[in-house]
């Protein structure tokens, strides 16, 4: 299955009905894909479902799916999150971009002390639709069945407040990532600094409301790779992969 199209269309779909893909998804698929009549294609709602089927229609603005398969997907638990911390250029998109392709349940913008980027006034609602873009384009392309969640812009003081366990990735830590328990928790959320790091301060109120600082290896890790490299442990930890 090469192809994943997302639908709010779904609620009643099973083998031998007729599903659509409107709007802009089905421009993206007849214009810059090329999908023609008699292709298979996959459509999801983001939220579990994933429909496959023959496209029995392809009009200008519509594309008609005849469905012989669907499958409705748990999210797994325990949830893993991300909170990226604001980078210059791309680098925090990259980093949100390949944490969905590897089965982030939500991401989290974050202000963090050492941000050279900010992220005020007009450009916080701006920015995080473009979060929930790139989440949702790296959905399809990694053909998962849900769209990840992208959460407001936080400070460090609501990351500390977060629920499950929290775990800081910090090059001095003590502990490794491959050593931190998981047994009964359900949800992980990875705290990843800016270029400059994760300040003292943050590393300090993080840790006084339960936070775990952990590290990955010896080598140093760009803020767009540290959040992705975690998740890969995390999901062979958890026989995930």
Do not use: C, F
Request: proline share 6%.
């Amino acid at each position: 299955m090469a192809s994943l199209y997302l639908s709010d269309e779904l609620a009643d779909a099973r083998p031998g009905a007729r599903v659509e893909v409107t709007g802009e998804e089905a421009r993206h698929a007849l214009q810059v894909a090329r999908i023609r009549v008699g292709e298979r294609i996959a459509v999801g709602d983001g939220r579990g479902t994933i429909a496959r089927g023959v496209v029995a229609a392809a009009e200008p603005g519509v594309l008609a799916v005849e469905v012989d398969e669907v499958v409705h997907e748990q999210a797994p638990t325990p949830a893993l999150w991300l909170a990226q911390g604001l980078a210059k250029g791309d680098r925090d998109e990259l980093a949100v971009q390949a944490a969905t392709e590897l089965g982030v349940a939500g991401v989290i913008p974050w202000a963090a002390e050492r941000s050279v980027t900010r992220w005020e006034g007009a450009k916080v609602a701006r920015n995080e639709q473009r979060w929930r873009t790139i989440v949702r384009e790296a959905t399809k392309q990694a053909i998962r069945p849900h769209v990840p969640e992208v959460a407001s812009l936080a400070t460090t003081a609501r990351l500390a407040e977060l629920p499950g366990l929290v775990v800081v990735l910090e090059p001095s830590a003590s502990s490794a990532l491959t050593a931190v328990p998981l047994d009964g928790v359900e949800r992980v959320t990875l705290v990843v600094g800016p270029e400059g790091g994760v300040a003292p301060r943050e590393l300090e109120l993080l840790a006084r409301a339960g936070a775990v600082l952990a590290r990955l290896g010896p080598e140093v890790l760009r803020t767009s790779t540290a959040g992705p490299a975690a998740l890969a442990v995390l999901n062979a930890r958890l026989n995930r992969w």
